[in-house]
């Protein structure tokens, strides 16, 4: 493709989340970069088309939550490696998270993230900082000079504030400037240490567990501080299906409040720990088959918002660990999509609702153009088959790190095209 022209690509099975449909078409992308028009009939002509062969054309993801190890842990990750596997996996834009070394909790880290960002990544880049200064829950950060400096939204990711007062001001000053506050619902006591979900199989395997009831706690705690403070809140992993039932009643209660949860908890549950499978401890743990099947059916019916990767590097050394001890996360920029279209295949959900959760939503929540297939909105897309068999090799992976779950496992869905802006990143049509 060469840029400064206009192009059409056509005999696209075109993947539409805001009309939540799926039919054969073309896409025309303007000489700017951004989407011109889509149809059905007859497509109009362009400097240069290209045909798809019914291959799925969709907006690019948009993946809220991703860790990047600069600065500080780039042996883990850093913005190119991270670009580079999120553009093969049909990421076009990364919202990185605020829990780096040192923690982005000041404009000059995060100006420093955002240069690093635009030089080394493929893909579009937006950050996150931090709600307290350090992640340390004591004291809240220059909230309107980050935002200034760029920030999306302001988050301690996993660890939470435990001093109620502390983040009540923070949500409360957080609305007086409209910034989103993402926070990761669970009661910290009662979570502290746990390798896995409680039950008979963490009794059987010998591990701290930690109850589901923890996840309500925290999500509770979280909206009674709503009601008070009437703050923008995304729950960052909502993974239980007694969590469900409280989420939907602040919606309804007329709430700002939005949820997302991570492909591994959609996909896994905990009987994949098997023997003590390190690459399989995120946090939180992955629970039972019935929260996981009751997570997918909020994901379809829209109570749940966004998917997101929680894409956490580690290296080998923290993982060749007891379970116990091992570090939690895996990697999941480049398994994102793949991981998904099991649901797709299984019939749990359809490719429209898929990407309104992996693509409209989290976009509407930024408030970013991309996302969609609509006239004006920046052409960020992917072309991927989503039927296309493999077997994952992790030493195959983009990223630095190599601790996927999924290694070995056997997949379906390949991303042939990223295009950021109109431009390929990844691939060729």
Sequence with gaps: MTPAQTTLLINARLIDPEAQTDHTGWLLITAEGTIAETGTGAPPK?????????????????????????????????????????????VTTMVTRADTTPVIDSPEVLEFATRRAN???????????????????????????????????FSDGDRVTTNTKIFSRALTYARSLGALVIAHPQEPILSKGAAVTSGKFASLRGLPAVSPMAERMGLDRDIALLEMTRARYHADQITTRRALPALERAKNNGLDITAGTSIHHLTLNELDVA????????????????????????????LIDIISSMHTPQDEE??????????????????FLPAALRLY???????????????????????LASGRLAKGAPADLIVFD???????????????????PFDGAKMQGR?????????????AL
């Design 46 to 90: 362009a400097d240069q088309a290209f045909d798809l062969d019914g291959k799925c054309l969709a907006p690019g993801i948009i993946d809220i939550g991703v860790k990047v190890g600069e600065p500080g842990e780039r042996h883990k990750e850093s913005f190119r490696s991270a670009g580079m596997a999120a553009a093969a996996g049909g």
């Design 386 to 404: 989503p039927d296309a068999p493999f077997i994952l090799d992790r030493f195959a992976l983009h990223s630095k790190s190599k601790n996927t």
């Design 275 to 302: 023997d003590y499978r390190t690459f399989f401890k995120v946090k939180p743990p992955l629970r039972e088959e019935e929260d996981r099947l009751a997570t997918v059916e909020a994901v379809g019916s829209g």
């Design 119 to 153: 030089e080394a990544a493929p893909v579009r880049v937006f950050s996150m900082a931090a709600l307290t200064k350090g992640r340390a829950g004591q004291e809240m950060t220059e909230i309107g000079f980050l935002m200034d400096a760029g920030a999306v939204a």
């Design 415 to 427: 991303v042939r095209a990223t295009l950021v802006g109109g431009m390929p990143v990844f691939g």
């Design 318 to 335: 923290s993982k060749r660990l007891p379970f116990e001890e091992a570090a939690s996360g895996a990697v999941a920029l480049e398994t």
């Design 345 to 367: 295949h299984d019939g749990s959900l359809s490719l429209p609702q898929l990407f309104r959760a992996m693509a409209l939503n989290p976009a509407k929540r930024l408030g």
